[in-house]
């Protein structure tokens, strides 16, 4: 319906019903009505035209000896039987051919003569008997007077018809008096249909309206039996499964006004819904995420839902209650979309996850309190057997072996780094800053860090970085870290004569590329890179020496700073590793 | 001859470093926590500290705090030693004061090599 109607066509499904079946009621029986009166009159002006000529013709039949004979008594005698008293011939006239009056007899004063004009045009006409006038209360008939062949004169008679008028006046009041009675009982009965589905309705749009502000511990009663009843069944069967849903749920709008609130939510913030709907994020919440506590709902993840347009999670935010005791949330929000696209609102899911975060940390604790362990042994075996290199001589077996040691000692220490450092990132405890760096100077000193195994191996290191390259934006440690492990595979899984290239470039973002003309990995090896542990297993790879770890490391920081590792690889040929990371104003 | 005063309390580190050390002809002070190396640090007045940072009684990064603070000590350069190679040690061994910073398990000739440059040959 459009908006002009609006104004006319009530809004309200009630009144639509009501006006509606009124209308329809209305219009029907006044057509009924209207139908019937005009066949009723139809009926009734027939029967009475019908008897005026008949009555017409009967008076010129009994004329015809009174008028050859000039018997004005004895017509006027028929003449009076007809008018006499019956009432429903009030004026009765026989006339020769040409009009003139020969007897005539009246009712009193009644009846409406007829004038002149009508006779002297019946007259001038065919003998013929018709009617040939109608009043209001009379109708008037003519019909010739024959006398074997002869037209010798004329029967007027005009007849009443008052009682046929009367008559249809009454079927018209009762018409009317019965529209009426069908209009009013139809209105009734729009009305009661109009409660019927009208009140489970809005007992149910009562629900949906606050669907915030009721209290969903109060389902919606479910009280009709017919299509409303199922409608208002599921809509309570909707809620008792949002409200029974053990993850917090909140919905706010794009300001941050809480909308929705359910049952967990009250449970794991202990601030019920009344407080919280229609409080603006984060309202009476005492929240804490790594940056200090929050106070504005721009600070939220749900803003950056509402602004990204995507699902944001995080596992960071720290919730203290009245009580004092602090949990761990993590919450998923995602933008609530209307039709045409455009973010209306955003709905988020958070839970406790205070144990979990425990255990994580008790986790990584563990992992921390180990691998400072197992560096104690490690430094004394690595420098004994270190030093013992420099005590026994030139003994070639001896040198060997102790070499051996060293080494082993070495990359050992290098997985109980790696591992602690995945460790540490996987529990985010490592915080990435978020700076404007220079890629330059990191390629430089991964290279360099590179160079006394590069040397060693026979491989040229190689950089191509774009001058004037714009700094990026991220952790100047985490990207030393990426560049490096990937450099140092590069070498690891390289051949002599082989070369490991760094290239970056602007595209989109600082673009990195670090290419090998190494042993390269099958299509298979490249699906699995990046599981804990795993290395491509072969002869050569178990002679490099990693850990399994590097790629898992580089995966987890890049991903830190939004970044995906590409891999590209030709079994034998050599392997591309690429990642873009984002450019950054601002210091 | 130089003095170089060793602090860690694992033995096996100790006897090596102290061994490496002599070896290339310093004369070598040991203890195995930190109370002790302070106290000998202020009577024996070494050339050259080397400290462990995990130890009972006083960490590493308390006696170099205080041997930095002390006026007839803080030109004496200090090594911390440390078993967690993390940047918050890192840090934390500049706050200190510290000349010097090795993670285990280091390499004992470039510790040697590092003291030798410091404090010249014995």
């Known amino acids: 319906m459009s908006h002009r109607f609006r104004w006319v066509w009530p809004v309200s499904i009630r009144r639509q019903l009501v006006v509606g079946v009124a209308l329809v009621h209305l219009v029907l029986m006044t057509v009924f009505v ?16 019908r008897r005026v000529l008949f009555q017409a013709e009967l008076l010129a039949t009994t004329s015809v000896h009174p008028l050859l004979s000039s018997d004005l008594a004895g017509l006027g005698e028929i003449l009076a039987v007809l008018v006499r008293d019956a009432g429903d011939v009030p004026d009765a006239m026989v006339t020769d051919p040409r009009g003139r009056v020969v007897a005539h ?23 013929r008997a018709r009617l040939v006038a109608r009043g209001q209360h009379t109708i008037h008939a003519a019909a010739p007077v024959m006398a074997r062949g002869r037209h010798v004169g004329w029967a007027w008679i005009t007849g009443n018809v008052s009682a046929e008028r009367a008559q249809l006046d009454d079927v018209t009041r009762t018409g009317l008096v019965y529209t009426g009675v069908a209009v009013l009982i139809g209105t009734a009965f729009a009305m009661g249909l109009a409660r019927a589905i009208l009140h489970p309705l809005s007992l149910l749009l009562g629900g949906t309206e606050q669907v915030s502000q009721r209290r969903w511990e109060q389902p919606i009663p479910v009280t009709s039996t017919n299509e409303v009843g199922t409608v208002t069944h599921e809509r309570a069967q909707f809620e008792a499964v949002l409200s029974g849903i053990g993850e917090g749920i909140c919905v706010t709008d794009t300001v941050g006004r809480v909308l929705m609130w359910n049952r967990a939510a009250e449970q794991i913030t202990r601030v019920p819904a009344p407080v919280m709907v229609g409080a603006v994020i984060p309202g009476p919440l005492c929240l804490v995420d790594g940056d200090g506590a929050v106070k504005d709902f721009a600070r939220t993840v749900m803003k950056r839902a509402i602004d990204s347009g995507e699902a944001v999670s995080t596992a960071a935010t720290k919730l203290m209650r ?40 008790m986790k990584t604790e563990f992992v921390s309190a180990v691998s400072h362990e197992l560096r104690t042994p490690l430094t004394s075996i690595r420098a004994y057997a270190e030093t013992l290199q ?22 050992l220490t290098r997985l109980i780094n790696d591992v602690l450092n995945l460790s540490r990132i996987e529990s985010g405890r490592v915080r990435f800053k978020e700076e404007s760096i220079a890629l330059a100077p990191l390629v430089a000193r991964a290279i360099q860090t590179a160079e006394p195994k590069a040397a060693m ?24 870290q990426v560049l490096t492990n990937l450099v140092d595979n590069g070498v690891k899984y390289n051949r002599p004569g082989g070369r490991v290239e760094v290239r970056a470039w602007l595209n989109g973002g600082v673009r990195v590329e670090v290419r090998d003309t190494g042993i390269g990995m099958s299509p298979d090896a490249v699906r699995r890179l990046g599981e804990r542990f795993f290395r491509v297993d072969s002869s050569e790879t178990r002679r490099a020496g990693g850990t399994g770890l590097g790629i898992s490391l580089v995966k987890e920081i890049l991903q830190a700073h939004g970044a995906v590792l590409e891999v590209e690889s030709a079994e034998g040929r050599g392997s591309a590793f690429r990642f873009v990371l984002p450019v950054g104003g601002g210091a | 001859m130089k003095r170089i005063l060793i602090a860690d309390d694992e033995s096996h580190i100790r006897r090596i470093l102290e061994f490496n050390l002599k070896r290339a002809g310093y004369e070598v002070l040991a203890t195995e926590d930190g109370r002790a190396a302070l106290a000998l640090a202020l009577s024996a007045r070494p050339d050259l500290v080397i400290l462990d940072v995990s130890m009972p009684e006083l960490t590493g990064l308390d006696v170099c705090r205080r041997l930095k603070a002390d006026a007839t000590l803080e030109a004496t350069p200090v090594f911390l030693l440390t078993a967690r190679g993390q940047e918050s040690d890192a840090e934390a061994g500049r706050v200190a004061g510290a000349d010097q910073f090795f993670t285990k398990p280091f390499s004992p000739k470039q510790l040697v090599e590092q003291v030798r440059q410091a404090v010249g040959e014995p």
């Open chain 1, 390 to 411: 420099d005590l026994v001589g030139d003994e070639a077996t001896v040198q060997e072996f102790l070499k051996v040691i060293e080494e082993e000692a070495v990359r």
């Open chain 1, 322 to 361: 009245l009580d004092g005791s602090v949990l761990s949330i993590g919450m998923t929000s995602a933008p609530i979309r209307d039709h045409a696209g455009a973010v209306q609102a955003c709905v988020s899911v958070f839970r406790d996850v205070t144990r979990e975060r425990d255990i994580d940390r």
């Open chain 1, 105 to 127: 007899r009246q009712l009193g004063e009644a009846g409406d003569r007829l004038d002149d004009a009508t006779i002297r045009a019946t007259v001038a006409g065919a003998p």
């Open chain 1, 457 to 480: 191996s026979n491989v040229r290191l190689a950089t191509d970085v774009v001058p004037d390259l714009p700094p990026f934006r991220g952790d100047a440690d985490g990207i030393q």
């Open chain 1, 34 to 49: 209207l139908t019937l009166v005009h066949r009723q009159k139809t009926f009734l002006l027939d029967r009475a035209e």
